[in-house]
């Protein structure tokens, strides 16, 4: 009886620890986030895929270079059965086979980088939407106040008015003026919910699942107070988008040979015998075939433009990169005045409300005087934390840029396996070249829970 109670015990004590682990909400910051995007969002997920495949790409091109054997056998009447004919197709031996293998591996690392770029953009998109959403809900909060306060003074009006105190326009105009400044709560309320709906798609969360946004500034960039050019040259240095097109243009270039010695159609070693009994490998003969096509010279140029468009787009990205970095340290200097103006502007407006609401409880102003004063105290308080999110989304901007906060955690698929130094450098060679490529994708390539 003792033994039944026991599991009785502890199915409950399993089934609570479910049912909390399930009601337990989501606290979001950015450590938190960054873990919910690398792991759970489904655009990287799907470039885990594309890194997969290009993985598998290289495996097939190295695999082509292995020699084909075809074989051709006579049953005889026997339960023996001869050769009569072998063939072995050569390909280690064609050219474009070599540029074909160099164009998959750099296209592999370029992959590679391109899931790296997709961590760290989708990263910097969530955080800009936290700290956007973080605004929004201390707007709620400054508009929700600002409701509050015209809602108990609609309610002091009531009474004078009641009393004769107070005519019915000033009445109204309060009521009016406390009705709006709900309508903005609600609206706040709906604008909120929108983005959180966004987030919970970005992290994957279910909808049980409730989300709690903690208070999070960003900090200072290092970078913030340096001249423009020194920060454009570091960023440009450090940029993944320039690695990615190195190893671009070393695919493009390896396809420009391949498309030089494509006309090179095979290598064949072979025997063809009638007899059996002279077959030899003593006595194979070789091949080779060689196709001539139109398609080559303008499949060569072809090439040449496709490098250079990557020398192009080389270009493009210090030009962009450079508009980004000017652009952003150039803002911050003006947001963060904004920030202490609208801080200073805050404080003062307040200050001014309450000499106002005591003035106006002595009747020394017109209930008019108070509520243009509050909605003043609203409007500087709103301008304060616009400013903040301007400034904590371009901080953001300017950690992605040089990689470093939240964005230094993020390492991509960039790891390699290591060499194995027992074997010779020959051996290391030939079996890197004909092994399928070992790197488990999902090991290093994804984050460790």
């Avoid at 502890?10 to 909390?20: E, W």
């Avoid at 202490?340 to 003035?359: G, P």
């Avoid at 290391?428 to 460790?448: A, I, N, Q």
């Amino acid at each position: 009886m003792s033994s039944m109670k026991n599991i009785i015990l502890i199915f409950t004590l399993l089934f609570s620890q479910i049912i909390v682990a399930e009601t337990t909400p989501i606290h979001l910051n950015p450590e938190s986030l960054k873990k919910y995007i690398l792991e759970e969002n489904s655009s990287i997920l799907l470039g885990m895929n594309a890194v997969r495949q290009a993985k598998h790409r290289v495996s097939v091109a190295r695999a082509q270079l292995l020699p084909n054997l075809n074989i051709g056998a006579i049953i005889s009447s026997g339960p023996t059965f001869a050769l009569a004919a072998v063939e072995m197709l050569l390909s280690f031996l064609m050219p474009a086979k070599w540029f074909n293998v160099g164009v998959s591996k750099n296209l592999f690392e370029a992959e590679k980088i391109s899931y790296y770029l997709l961590q760290l953009n989708q990263y910097a998109s969530a955080a800009t939407l936290y700290q956007t959403i973080q605004g929004d809900i201390a707007l709620r909060t400054i508009l929700n106040e600002q409701y509050q306060d015209l809602a108990s003074i609609s309610s002091v009006l009531v009474r004078q008015y009641s009393l004769g105190m107070v005519s019915l326009e000033n009445l109204s105009h309060a009521q009016a003026q406390a009705k709006m400044a709900e309508l903005k709560v609600s609206r706040m309320d709906q604008l909120v919910a929108e983005e959180t709906s966004v987030v919970r798609n970005l992290i994957g969360a279910g909808l049980e699942k409730e989300i709690i946004f903690d208070d999070s500034d960003v900090t200072p960039s290092e970078v913030e107070d340096q001249p423009i050019e020194v920060v454009t040259t570091d960023a440009l240095r450090i940029s993944p988008e320039n690695v990615q097109l190195d190893y671009l243009m070393k695919a493009g270039k390896n396809g420009k040979w391949k498309q030089l010695f494509g006309f090179i159609g095979g290598s064949t070693l072979g025997s063809r015998m009638s007899s059996s009994a002279n077959i030899s490998f003593a006595n194979m003969t070789s091949n080779i075939s060689i196709n001539l096509g139109f398609e080559m010279i303008p499949g060569y140029r072809l090439s040449n433009d496709n490098l250079e468009q990557i020398k192009l787009q080389r270009l493009a990205l210090q030009r962009d990169l450079t508009q980004v970095i000017e652009g952003t340290l150039r803002a911050l200097v003006e947001v963060k005045e904004q920030f202490q103006l609208a801080t200073l502007a805050e404080l003062d407006m307040k200050r001014v409300f309450e000499i106002k609401k005591a003035k106006y409880d002595l009747g020394m102003i017109s209930i008019m005087t108070l509520l243009q004063t509050r909605a003043q105290v609203t409007e500087a308080s709103v301008a304060k934390v616009n400013a903040q999110v301007d400034l904590n989304n371009l901080r953001i901007s300017l950690h992605r840029q040089m990689l470093t906060e939240q964005f230094s955690a993020i390492h991509g698929c960039r790891a390699t396996m290591p060499a194995d130094t027992k074997k010779s450098a020959f051996s290391r060679w030939f079996l890197k070249l004909f092994r399928s490529v070992r790197m488990d994708v999902d090991k290093f390539c994804r984050p460790t829970t």
